[in-house]
């Protein structure tokens, strides 16, 4: 296995320095604060980064904000008001104990459903119906992490596969925050959440296609690094043309790890023409991706991966937001399974697409020793 390149970030060490990041930020922030008289009133400064290259990575707790947000914006919106732009960042709010879920509709023919109120959607939480406290239908926008299979046997696969990632991110909301993670035996972060074009265009292009396909791993950690951003809304599009062969972790260590709280959406290409083990590889995406409320794509032909970037970027962008309140308060931990129904008027049969459960409370750590 090899050693982690000097020249690059690997991506499980991220969070170690989060910190550090923070020290430094809040430094240099009081040293370009401008001094006031004793008699003055004028309201403190909230310390920001040194560098928007890189969030600091910040608690999520119930009134997640900007860090230059005033006392009165701070307060919590009541359960249903619209998301809206604080400092140029898109903040949902919402009480600590709501449960969010994103959702996507589709009828009996796998059309979306566009056009549905608060009304129609029941929400199950172990079998027990709950309250909907707050609903949206707006295109909010979206942390989400690339990772790109960087094996030997990718080689020849990564040029479509890059220009298909770089289509979804022209074709997503403009504000999304982006980060890269190309892996094979190891995991490299090498973009950190960013919107330039041109840093993601660069950072896929670092190939160095060899080794095996540590896919849990780099699941594990780039769920970890969700962390860097205010934003709630977590996607993880994923291209791998094998099953993972050199991971610590297992299959539902890292669903697990996917599964806490306010965890990321996973869509998966699979390129498996040519894979060992097919049946077995494509059942482990498939798992990733319904569990966590995403989709699992199989092409044929590696031209159509260009075609399913872009059906994704329409799904992340077509969601609902449904907020509730569960019976069962989360300080009681466990998992809880979820299951959504949607009905109206006008309309046959629905399907919800929606995250299978969540593990309530903290986060849940499966990381390797």
């Known amino acids: 296995m090899p050693g982690p390149d000097t020249t690059r970030q690997k991506s499980k060490g991220l969070s170690q320095f989060a910190v550090t990041n923070y020290a430094i930020a809040l430094l240099v922030a009081l040293l370009a604060q401008p001094a006031t008289g004793r008699g003055e009133s004028s309201p403190p400064r909230h310390p920001q980064s040194a560098s928007s290259a890189a969030p600091v990575a910040t608690p999520q ?5 900007s860090s230059n947000t005033s006392p ?5 919106q009541p359960p249903g008001q619209n998301p809206s732009p604080n400092n140029g960042t898109f903040v949902i709010r919402k009480t600590v104990d709501e449960v969010v879920l994103r959702a996507t509709v589709v009828d009996d023919r796998q059309r979306m459903v566009t056009d549905l109120d608060k009304g129609a959607f029941t929400v199950y939480e172990d079998g027990k119906p709950q309250t909907i406290v707050s609903f949206h239908h707006e295109d909010i926008p979206v942390a989400m992490g690339i990772l790109i299979d960087n094996s030997g046997s990718m080689r020849e696969k990564r040029a479509k596969v890059n220009a298909a990632a770089l289509n979804l991110v022209r074709s997503s909301n403009p504000q999304d925050e982006v980060f890269v993670v190309n892996f094979n035996d190891e995991y490299y972060l090498d973009q950190d959440f960013t919107n330039d074009l041109l840093k993601l265009k660069e950072a896929l292009e670092k190939i160095d296609a060899k080794g ?11 769920a970890e690094n969700f962390k860097n951003t205010k934003l709630e809304r977590k996607v993880l599009f994923v291209v791998t043309d094998g099953e993972d062969n050199a991971s610590r972790e297992t299959l539902e260590q890292a669903v ?30 498939e798992i990733i991706a319904q569990r966590t409320g995403g989709l699992a794509f199989f092409p044929k032909t590696l031209d159509e991966v260009d075609e399913i970037s872009k059906q994704v970027a329409h799904d992340i962008r ?3 937001t449904i907020g509730y ?7 009681a931990g466990g998992f809880r399974s979820i ?3 949607a009905k109206a008027k006008g309309h046959g049969k629905m399907t919800v697409r929606t995250k ?12 390797s020793k």
């Not at 569960?326 to 300080?331: A, H, L, Q, V």
Request: aromatic fraction near 6%; glycine fraction near 8%.
């Open 72 to 76: 009165q914006e701070s307060s919590p």
């Open 212 to 222: 095996g396909t540590a896919l849990y791993e780099a699941l594990v950690a780039s």
């Open 318 to 320: 077509n969601q609902y």
């Open 61 to 65: 707790d119930s009134t997640e904000k």
């Open 356 to 367: 299978s459960g969540y593990y309530a409370g903290a986060d849940v750590a499966t990381r």
């Open 256 to 285: 697990k790890q996917l599964q806490q709280e306010n965890g990321p959406s996973v869509y998966a290409i699979g390129l498996l023409g040519e894979e060992e083990h097919p049946k077995r590889a494509k059942r482990a995406l």
């Open 339 to 341: 299951r959504v129904e």
């Open 325 to 331: 309140k569960p019976t069962t308060p989360k300080e």
